[in-house]
């Protein structure tokens, strides 16, 4: 089945600069790749995605690429805020047409400090 | 914008005891998932349903757990003698379609904690 790997686990950042977290995924016939913000506590909001024919998404200060070939699409927050600490969790959509399911990366703990 | 909806928001219970966590999916969505997340872990699937029945299950859900969706809006995970290992957070999930352009929508979660 599917499998999910995000690096890093914790990544710490001064506010406004640049974060990047990366996921590698296994099946090839995984075809949507979802980004989710988890406050703690909380459950996970889906902050952006990409479709398996697009090459980059970008909305606002975040942006998602994705590489087909090499399998692994990566998660770009520009100018972070304190606002932006969370855990983040990568995720490929895999299965058969009509029943697909998501599988989740490890997530990666992201603190901005001020 | 409408929402998933989970009670209770946090179940203690026993070992060995049943517990029935319930979810709401929203009105117009077709497919249902159960995830769970235990502590400080990743998010893992348990199971999907659709048109009454479950879809695909993981090797997490054993036979003790089951699904069900006795009326047109609740959509339940029933597990029916706890383990200790049970404890987690339980997410309910839904999506409109089951294609792969349909995001997930995820509820805020039940809280088990089996003692």
């Known amino acids: 089945g599917e499998n999910v790997e995000q690096h890093p686990s914790t990544l710490s950042v001064q506010e406004g600069d640049s974060a990047v977290i990366k996921c590698t995924y296994s099946d090839s016939a995984s075809n949507y790749f979802p980004w989710y913000k988890q406050e703690l506590g909380k459950r996970p909001q889906l902050i952006i995605d990409i479709r398996s024919n697009v090459g980059e998404k970008k909305d606002q200060r975040i942006a998602v690429t994705l590489n087909k070939t090499a399998k692994h699409f990566s998660l770009h927050i520009t100018e972070t805020q304190p606002e932006d600490s969370a855990v983040y969790f990568c995720a490929a959509s895999t299965g058969n047409t009509g029943f697909q399911k998501l599988v989740f990366g490890t997530g990666t703990r992201l603190l901005v400090s001020p | 914008e409408p929402e998933v909806t989970q009670t209770p928001s946090h179940q203690v219970t026993q070992m060995g005891q049943e517990v029935i966590l319930r979810c709401v999916p929203i009105?117009?969505?077709?497919?249902f998932y159960w995830y769970r997340q235990i502590l400080g872990q990743k998010v893992e699937f348990l199971v999907s349903f659709y048109n009454n029945e479950i879809s695909e299950k993981s090797e997490i859900f054993d036979d003790q757990f089951s699904v069900e969706r006795p009326d047109g809006s609740n959509f339940t995970l029933k597990i029916r003698s706890t383990k200790l290992e049970d404890s987690a957070m339980y997410f309910c999930?839904?999506?409109?379609?089951?294609?792969?352009?349909?995001?997930?929508?995820f509820g805020n979660g039940t809280r088990l904690t089996v003692t």
């Open positions: 009105s117009n969505h077709l497919y």
């Open positions: 999930a839904s999506r409109p379609r089951g294609q792969a352009d349909s995001p997930l929508h």
